[in-house]
């Protein structure tokens, strides 16, 4: 497996989103997100996909996680018909919090097909507690996808790196 | 290696984002070993070790955590010594001195969840416990039985964050079924880390057989 580096950009100071595009094959594609950190505490970062330049808002998102958390039982979170995907949950901002994760892109240059996404994440909450954030997601309508948007849940992005392969 | 790269007479000094002239394809490979090939989105090898019985441990203690964020290892049909009666682990611990020691203080946090063929599900969860993560089940050999998994570090080399990783595991378990799990764990000190060890779940019982391949994946 190699990757290709198609799209990456870091965030040094607040940002209300990040657009990473250049998806043009039908690849599997790598999304990294490196030290996500929400301006505001507690805030998860959501993600959605990007055709002829601009993000889709639509509800056409579905998805279906496991919550994992160091102290207590976890969580099942799913939902239909919604304008984005949860990427992670409650965010810290303090020293040393901030959410990491993988996500695999499926179908995204394939017009005639869903674009799926499988994602493992990690996470230091805002109590500074462990959790992880394992799933997978679906953006029900057939298009083609050319990237993705992330943003946070409310506020900005303070910082973090988002970078985009092509696995080749 | 010509430092001309086609020019006569003229010494190019080539750099990562900036190469200048002719190459041939052995320019090419020494440039691209020297991190001077413009070559963007890289999934590098920092090393392989494999387990032949002599120890209980695989250390990796030079990790390049000052140029990667993120780090991908591999587990490859790993087994301790006497797992094929006994229930074993092979643990990951992480170090802040190049590996002259490892830390083994009941800091780390993980959360997973186990997937038993049996039927068996459960969650693994602490807030306090001594290594950051396991690979799942793991048993000897002459069982033809294993462990296997990816695990993914993020923030290993920054002094400023936590060090998180991500695992995904599918092993044996004592009494031949299948144990896979997934999840989640992280060292809640913010400082740097710069060596990996993997350890057997008991310090007399060698890691019998099996690989670990450790690399970096690299963003521009």
């Not at chain 2, 070993?33 to 392989?48: A, R």
């Not at chain 2, 964050?161 to 695992?167: A, D, L, M, Q």
Request: with cysteine; proline share 1%.
């Amino acid at each position: 497996m190699g990757l290709l580096q198609v799209s990456t950009n870091t965030v040094t100071s607040a940002v209300a989103s990040v657009t990473l595009t250049g998806i043009n094959s039908d690849d599997v594609y790598m999304l990294t997100i490196n030290n996500f950190v929400p301006s505001t505490d507690a805030q998860d970062f959501k993600i959605r996909v990007v055709e002829s330049g601009s993000p889709n808002s639509t509800s056409n998102y579905d998805y279906a996680h496991k919550l994992l958390r160091s102290d207590t039982t976890y969580n099942n979170t799913s939902a239909t018909n919604q304008t984005s995907f949860d990427g992670t949950s409650s965010t810290g901002n303090a020293t040393g919090e901030c959410s990491n994760g993988i996500f695999y892109i499926y179908n995204a240059n394939n017009s005639s097909e869903f674009t799926y996404f499988t994602q493992e994440v990690v996470l230091a909450s805002h109590t500074t507690l462990l959790a992880g954030f394992q799933g997978g997601g679906v953006f029900t309508s057939a298009s083609q996808v050319e990237g993705v948007q992330i943003f946070p849940g409310t506020d900005n992005i303070q910082s973090g790196t988002f970078t985009l392969f092509k696995i080749i | 290696m010509s430092k001309e790269y086609g020019y006569i007479g003229k010494e190019v000094t080539q750099a990562f984002r900036s190469n200048k002239g002719i190459f041939t394809p052995q320019d090419i490979i020494e440039l691209d070993q020297e991190n001077k090939w413009t070559n963007f989105g890289q999934l590098e090898l920092i090393q392989t070790q494999n387990a032949d019985d002599s120890s209980s441990t695989l250390d990796f203690t030079s990790i390049k955590e000052n140029i990667y964020n993120v780090h991908f290892l591999t587990v490859n049909n790993m087994s301790i010594t006497s797992a094929g009666t006994n229930s074993r682990s092979i643990l990951v611990r992480l170090s802040n001195n190049g590996g002259t020691s490892f830390i083994s203080s009941s800091t780390y946090q993980r959360a997973h969840q186990q997937c038993f063929s049996n039927g068996s599900f459960s969650e693994v969860k602490s807030t306090g416990i001594s290594y950051l993560n396991l690979t799942g089940a793991a048993t000897n050999s002459t069982a033809t039985l294993s462990s296997n998994c990816y695990i993914y570090f993020y923030n290993l080399g920054d002094s400023t964050k936590y060090s998180f990783s991500t695992v995904h595991s599918s092993g044996q378990q004592k009494g031949n079924y299948l144990k896979s799990h997934f999840g989640s764990a992280v060292y809640p000190v913010a400082e740097t880390h710069n060596a990996i060890r993997l350890v057997s779940s008991t310090s007399s019982e060698n890691i019998e057989i099996g690989s670990a391949s450790l690399y970096g994946i690299r963003s521009f």
